[in-house]
């Protein structure tokens, strides 16, 4: 059974920095596009950053340079990397990847990491 975990959420000060988790496990062929989201209360789910096997990474326009998404292929893991952090930020970030295994390519989305930007 596959499963997505995100962990690395937590309470940052504003000016801060996170990192983020998301790892694949169970029976997987290939990790393939992966993208973060983010959901904050009262607000729709955006898309935070894509990052493809063949490396291309799109990034939404409110990152600024500040994030950074990348990944570890051999972990079936992937990561960002969240610098000068502010209290917009706050959010739930969710992991949502397109996973190969022997049935085929499904998506899959993790539980979600609270983040908390504040002083």
């Known amino acids: 059974q596959v499963q997505l975990v995100e962990s690395g959420g937590g309470l940052v000060q504003p000016g801060g920095s996170l990192r983020l988790s998301c790892a694949a496990s169970?029976?997987?062929?290939?990790?393939?596009?992966v993208t973060w989201y983010r959901q904050a209360p009262g607000k729709e789910r955006e898309s935070v950053a894509t990052?493809?096997?063949?490396?291309?990474?799109n990034y939404g326009d409110f990152v600024k340079g500040r994030f950074t998404i990348s990944r570890d292929n051999a972990k079936n893991t992937v990561f960002l990397q969240m610098n000068s952090l502010k209290p917009e930020d706050t959010a739930v970030y969710y992991c949502?990847?397109?996973?190969?295994?022997?049935?085929?390519?499904?998506?899959?989305w993790g539980q979600g990491t609270q983040v908390t930007v504040s002083s």
């Open positions: 169970g029976s997987i062929f290939s990790l393939n596009i």
């Open positions: 990052n493809t096997p063949a490396g291309r990474i």
């Open positions: 949502n990847a397109d996973i190969t295994t022997a049935q085929g390519m499904r998506n899959y």
